[in-house]
């Protein structure tokens, strides 16, 4: 069985074979490791679940991420009711796709009063690549991108580290489907979405990891869920599988 060090160079092997192959529109761009997908959801309560949730746009590289982050609504300025979902190409932000079903995510709640102090900082430490050199993040919006009809621009962090689609969780970045935030009346949620929440290894390994990178306190324990009790939960909490 190959080590974890040995996953990692064979997957340095396969960038740089895909470097290789990269079509023309995205050459000289960082690519990354996958495609991913942003899905937009407002809660219509006249309109069937799946009917509210919306495909975005699609990215590839470091410069197309943060081309569309400056040019999108902040989290934070979001109405109650909706969501933003940012997963892996292929993949739709619901228990019921098959490549979500058998896994879980890894939740955190915030209270109402942090949506203006925390929410965004988390839910971009969530998601985001590390800013490239040069002005690739101040190209002018793509038509229809921000779901609000508004799309200002807005600051970046030049701080913040790869996470989500800098795959970040070493051996078990396969292992992450997406992520999601729920803006919602009560207190935000932020989650990241694995494939398999039996795999026990994986999702503490990629828990402690997330943990560290939003720079919790190890006082703070944050839960995992499987979507299988949240879809059968009784009451308004879920069965929690794993804690760090």
């Keep these: 069985m190959a080590t974890g060090e040995q996953r990692q160079q064979e997957r340095r092997r396969q960038r740089a074979r895909q470097q290789e192959l990269l079509p023309a529109e995205i050459q000289g761009k960082h690519p990354l490791q996958n495609r991913w997908a942003l899905w937009f959801f407002k809660n219509d309560k006249s309109k069937m679940w799946q009917a509210n949730l919306r495909l975005v746009t699609k990215f590839s590289t470091v410069e197309d991420f943060?081309?569309?982050?400056?040019?999108?609504?902040?989290?934070?300025?979001?109405?109650?009711?909706?969501?933003?979902?940012?997963?892996?190409?292929?993949?739709?932000?619901?228990?019921?796709?098959?490549?979500?079903?058998?896994g879980g995510r890894w939740l955190i709640t915030l209270a109402k009063q942090q949506r203006h102090t925390e929410l965004d900082r988390f839910w971009l430490d969530t998601v985001s690549a590390t800013p490239p050199?040069?002005?690739?993040?101040?190209?002018?919006?793509?038509?229809?991108?921000?779901?609000?009809?508004d799309c200002p621009r807005l600051p970046f962090s030049s701080q913040q580290l790869l996470c989500l689609i800098g795959e970040m969780f070493d051996e078990y970045s396969d292992e992450v489907c997406g992520a999601v935030i729920n803006i919602r009346t009560k207190g935000d949620k932020i989650a990241i979405w694995t494939r398999e929440a039996e795999n026990q290894e994986g999702v503490t390994h990629i828990g402690r990891v997330y943990k560290e990178h939003l720079g919790l306190s190890q006082k703070v324990a944050i839960g995992y869920q499987a979507h299988a009790d949240t879809a059968t939960k009784s009451g308004s909490l879920a069965k929690t599988k794993f804690v760090v």
């Design 133 to 149: 050199e040069g002005p690739a993040w101040a190209l002018p919006p793509a038509p229809g991108l921000s779901p609000s009809g």
């Design 66 to 102: 943060w081309a569309l982050y400056t040019h999108i609504q902040l989290a934070s300025k979001l109405a109650a009711g909706c969501d933003y979902s940012l997963f892996k190409d292929g993949i739709e932000p619901m228990w019921e796709d098959s490549q979500n079903k058998r």
